[in-house]
Nanobody
Framework: VQLQASGGGLVQPGDSLRLSCSAP????????TGWFRQAPGKEREFVTR???????YYADSVKGRFTISRDNAKNMVYLQLNSLKAEDTAVYYC??????????????WGQGTQVTVSS
């Protein structure tokens, strides 16, 4: 599964961004999807998950600020990032899996999109 992430950029603290992820030729409806991120010098970390059944899960650090959504008809997954903070600066990776994306087995990764939050 090839995933293509886009929408990153340079924003100021408090701003918003929307990241998009597409899987050309594939249906996201059959996959668990979500986002991870990796900040400079840190390990890649879980951000959010959208299960096949439509349930959503968030890391505590982004709960209430980020929202994941999916449009299965368009084969798109979105991540709305609000109230951005400097500590949200990272490369954001779209992920799909036949399993729970928090499990390492069966994951497919996109190429990542850079989000930089700086004044």
């Amino acid at each position: 599964v090839q995933l293509q992430a886009s929408g990153g950029g340079l924003v100021q603290p408090g701003d918003s961004l929307r990241l998009s992820c597409s899987a050309p030729g594939r249906s996201f409806s059959t996959y668990d999807t979500g986002w991870f991120r990796q900040a400079p010098g840190k390990e890649r970390e879980f951000v959010t998950r959208s299960s096949r059944s439509g349930n959503t899960y968030y890391a505590d650090s982004v709960k209430g600020r980020f929202t994941i959504s999916r449009d299965n008809a368009k084969n798109m997954v979105y991540l709305q990032l609000n109230s951005l903070k400097a500590e949200d600066t990272a490369v954001y990776y779209c992920v799909a899996s036949i399993n729970d994306i928090r499990l390492p087995a069966g994951r497919y990764w996109g190429q990542g999109t850079q989000v930089t939050v700086s004044s």
